[in-house]
T-cell receptor, first 111, second 113 residues
Framework: DAKTTQPNSMESNEEEPVHLPCNHS???????IHWYRQLPSQGPEYVIH???SNVNNRMASLAIAEDRKSSTLILHRATLRDAAVYYC????????????FGQGTRLTINP | GAGVSQSPSNKVTEKGKDVELRCDPI?????LYWYRQSLGQGLEFLIY????????KSGLPSDRFSAERTGGSVSTLTIQRTQQEDSAVYLC???????????FGQGTRLTVV
C-alpha cells in the first residue's frame, strides 16, 4: 500500500481556517486520496476524497498538488466540534481496496 | 437500519474464552471491513470482504481470529481463546462499492479479564 505522511498534531483557533497537510510521494496514477476523521469516542467518518482536481463539499475542501504527491484538507472555519484525528488515506481503484489508516493528525481547536 | 450496527456494544470476557462480534452493514453495501483500535492507538486493519471475492485476511493478527460474511450481508468476527492483548474496540465499516465512502459502526468494546 502506498504510504502517507502527516504531522502528528496541529492546533488552531475556533472560527479560523485550518490546513491539514498530507504527503504521498509514492502515489500511483489510480490512487484516490481519501480523508476521514475520528471524533473522540466515535468511529471514523468520511470527510472527502479526490483524484486529481480540487474538491469541495459541505464539510471541507481538498486541494491536490499538480504532481499529486501531496494534498491539503481545508476546514474553512473551524469549530470546536472539528477537534478530531484526521486521516489521509490512499485507496487504489484497481486491485485490493482495503482502507488502511495511518496514525493521522490530531487537531486541537482552541476556543 | 440507517447505519452500520454492531453488537454487542460492550463485551467482557474471561481470558481463554471465545467471543463473537457481529456487524450488520448498511443494506446493499457490498464491501465490509473490520478494524480494531487499542486504547490511544490508531485503527488496525483486520479483514476486508468485497462482494463474492475471496476476503483479504492480511490484517488478522493470528489464527485465533477469523471472520465470516454470510449471504453477503451480516458478518461475524470470532476470536478464539481470547488473550488480554485482544482488549480493544472492534470497528466494522461498510461501503456501497469498493471505491466509495465507508460508513463505520460505533464499535464493540472488548475487555478480556
Amino acid at each position: 500500500d502506498a504510504k502517507t505522511t502527516q504531522p502528528n498534531s496541529m492546533e488552531s483557533n475556533e472560527e479560523e481556517p485550518v490546513h491539514l497537510p498530507c504527503n504521498h510521494s509514492t502515489i500511483s496514477g489510480t490512487d484516490y486520496i481519501h480523508w476521514y476523521r475520528q471524533l473522540p469516542s466515535q468511529g471514523p467518518e468520511y470527510v472527502i476524497h479526490g483524484l486529481t482536481s480540487n474538491v469541495n463539499n459541505r464539510m471541507a475542501s481538498l486541494a491536490i498538488a499538480e504532481d499529486r504527491k501531496s494534498s491539503t484538507l481545508i476546514l474553512h472555519r473551524a469549530t470546536l466540534r472539528d477537534a478530531a484525528v484526521y486521516y489521509c488515506i490512499l485507496r487504489g481503484y484497481q486491485g485490493a481496496q482495503k482502507l488502511v489508516f495511518g496514525q493521522g493528525t490530531r487537531l486541537t481547536i482552541n476556543p | 437500519g440507517a447505519g452500520v450496527s454492531q453488537s454487542p456494544s460492550n463485551k467482557v470476557t474471561e481470558k481463554g474464552k471465545d467471543v463473537e462480534l457481529r456487524c450488520d452493514p448498511i443494506s446493499g453495501h457490498t464491501a465490509l471491513y473490520w478494524y480494531r483500535q487499542s486504547l490511544g492507538q490508531g485503527l488496525e486493519f483486520l479483514i476486508y470482504f468485497q462482494g463474492n471475492s475471496a476476503p483479504d485476511k492480511s490484517g488478522l493478527p493470528s489464527d485465533r481470529f477469523s471472520a465470516e460474511r454470510t449471504g453477503g450481508s451480516v458478518s461475524t468476527l470470532t476470536i478464539q481463546r481470547t488473550q488480554q492483548e485482544d482488549s480493544a474496540v472492534y470497528l466494522c465499516a461498510s461501503s456501497l462499492e469498493r471505491d466509495t465512502e465507508a460508513f463505520f459502526g460505533q464499535g464493540t468494546r472488548l475487555t478480556v479479564v
